[in-house]
């Protein structure tokens, strides 16, 4: 007989993606470096062949060093950016907190931001109109709804940002990093919304430098090295994986000083 498993909600499949560093940016540099013959751009790999399959429901997370390929993998899923190779397929809505921007638009109010990034991520106006107390209650920023989100608190953005996204109902929640924004309490409150989706079956897939709440909060850990999935299971094991990654680095770092 078939067996049906879980549905896939995210598949990647063989992607690559090459990005391109130009070391000069000004005449000067330009002709230094031609006198020198050094190349004045050099083209490397920021994702290298990951495959990479997520089921419904699964809270995954994406670990690594800076510079590993998490974000890139992340515009990927969300469809911000395209693959040079390979493809990536995803079911459902999808809703990311992944560009620092996070899609507020810093010339709108609060209450603007709401209904632009509301209906951008997906949100009917009337879904909106029923959940705007809601986002407004939980963002913790009242009372400034009607001032440009220019002038808010890197933490106030984000308090908002999650706060519209966090209440798309999304299948697909992707998550890049903003929990490091905001003070302890809202972070707190972001969590347990995390695992309020999370136990209502939405797949999630969270960039964090915090590996102790990733490895508690996630299912399934992955970690990147220089764009490459080297891992990808138990979360605690990937965690440990980074901080190998991160103490080796360290020492490379401390060499390079002392030389
Ligand atoms: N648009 C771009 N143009 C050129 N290089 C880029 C671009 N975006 C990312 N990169 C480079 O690609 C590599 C992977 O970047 P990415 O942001 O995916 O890493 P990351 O693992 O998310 O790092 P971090 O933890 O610092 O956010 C880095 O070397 C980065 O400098």
């Known amino acids: ?15 690559s993606k090459r990005f391109t560093l130009r070391h000069a940016r000004s005449i000067r540099e330009m002709t230094i470096r031609a006198v020198r013959r050094q190349d004045l751009s050099e083209s490397f790999n920021a994702l290298d062949d990951v495959s990479l399959t997520v089921y419904q ?5 994406l670990m690594g060093l800076n510079g590993s390929g998490k974000s890139t993998l992340l515009k990927m899923i969300s469809g911000v950016m395209r693959p040079d190779r390979g493809s990536v397929r995803v079911r459902g809505r999808i809703a990311g907190l992944i560009d620092v921007g996070a899609g507020l638009h810093p010339d709108l109010t609060g209450r603007e931001n709401v209904y632009l990034n509301g209906a951008i991520l997906g949100m009917s106006e009337a879904e909106i109109k029923r959940k ?11 009372r400034f709804m009607d001032n440009q989100v220019r002038f808010y ?10 706060s519209i996204a966090a209440h798309t109902e999304p299948d697909i929640f992707l998550i890049d990093e903003v929990l490091a924004v905001g003070d302890p309490p809202f972070r707190e409150k972001c969590l347990q919304r995390i695992r309020e989706l999370r136990g209502e079956g939405r797949t999630m897939v ?18 990147l090295r220089k764009g490459k999935v080297v891992f990808d299971g138990d979360p605690a094991e ?22």
């Not at 705007?132 to 009242?142: H, K, L, M, T």
């Open 1 to 15: 007989m078939e067996q049906h498993g879980p549905a896939e909600s995210i598949v990647i499949d063989s992607v």
């Open 57 to 61: 429901g699964e809270t995954v997370a």
């Open 132 to 142: 705007f107390d809601a986002i407004v209650e939980f963002s913790g920023v009242e």
């Open 153 to 162: 608190s890197s933490g106030m953005f984000m308090r908002l940002a999650f």
């Open 206 to 223: 969270i960039v964090a430098h915090d590996i102790q709440m990733l490895t508690r909060l996630c299912d399934r850990g992955v970690t």
């Open 238 to 259: 990937a965690g440990r994986l980074w901080r190998e990654d991160r103490q080796a680095r360290q020492t490379s770092l401390k060499a390079d000083a002392v030389r």
